[in-house]
Antibody
Framework: QVQLEQSGAEVKKPGASVKVSCKVS????????IHWVRQAPGKGLEWMGG????????IYAQKFQGRVTMTEDTSTDTAYMELTSLRSEDAAVYFC????????????????WGQGTLVTVSS | EIVLTQSPSTLSLSPGERATLSCRAS??????VAWYQQKRGQAPRLLIS???TRATGVPARFSGNGSETDFTLTISSLQPDDFAVYYC?????????FGGGTKVEIK
């Protein structure tokens, strides 16, 4: 059974960058399609991007294009999401989640989630 | 972008009552819609996929219905554990989108 363990809370100043990690256990990261979803305080869920198994590439929501980078370190089974040029509106809980297996060649549903990482942006 | 509009935003009901939540898509999402439950301070939990397929371990009182642009999540008899926020999500087209959520609260 896949489990996702995320890194701890972060406090950043406006303009800084944050890098959140998501450690996979119960399977290997290289097989999984990892996605990132964020949730601002008291707000709904917002998809940021993730791996598209059909086109075998990482796809980002247009809103975050140019500011977000999602990477994988298969040697440690850890996925990363880096967001740059932080502003107050980026304060949120960031979740990693699995969208199935890369070898399925089609995105699946988000059935496993990390516990979330709180990112605070404050001067 | 497929915009998902959930209604109502808040549903106030008593335990044992039936809850009906709506999710309307701005364009066809086929049957590629899921429902998630989220409790305070927790990650979302997948309840329903492909519009009507219950995820593993989800009680039978949860059911999903609909296709194309209109989807419904029904909780046949609310249990204390069911009071939470529910989100719909589509994966018919990029970007993936979520609805704004419906909070089911105790009346």
């Amino acid at each position: 059974q896949v489990q996702l363990e995320q890194s701890g809370a972060e406090v950043k100043k406006p303009g800084a960058s944050v890098k959140v990690s998501c450690k996979v256990s119960g399977n290997t990261l290289s097989e999984l399609s990892i996605h990132w979803v964020r949730q601002a305080p008291g707000k709904g869920l917002e998809w940021m991007g993730g791996f598209d198994p059909e086109d075998t590439k990482t796809i980002y929501a247009q809103k975050f294009q140019g500011r977000v980078t999602m990477t994988e370190d298969t040697s440690t089974d850890t996925a990363y999401m880096e967001l740059t040029s932080l502003r107050s509106e980026d304060a949120a809980v960031y979740f990693c989640t699995t969208g199935g297996y890369k070898w399925e060649y089609i995105l699946n549903w988000f059935d496993t989630w990390g516990q979330g990482t709180l990112v605070t942006v404050s001067s | 972008e497929i915009v998902l509009t959930q209604s109502p935003s808040t549903l106030s009901l008593s335990p044992g009552e039936r809850a009906t939540l709506s999710c309307r898509a701005s364009q066809s999402a086929g049957n590629l819609v899921a429902w998630y439950q989220q409790k305070r301070g927790q990650a979302p939990r997948l309840l329903i996929s492909h519009a009507f397929t219950r995820a593993t371990g989800v009680p039978a009182r949860f059911s999903g219905n609909g296709s194309e642009t209109d989807f419904t999540l029904t909780i046949s008899s609310l249990q204390p554990d069911d009071f939470a926020v529910y989100y719909c999500q589509q994966r018919f087209a990029w970007p993936l989108t979520f609805g704004g959520g419906t909070k089911v609260e105790i009346k």
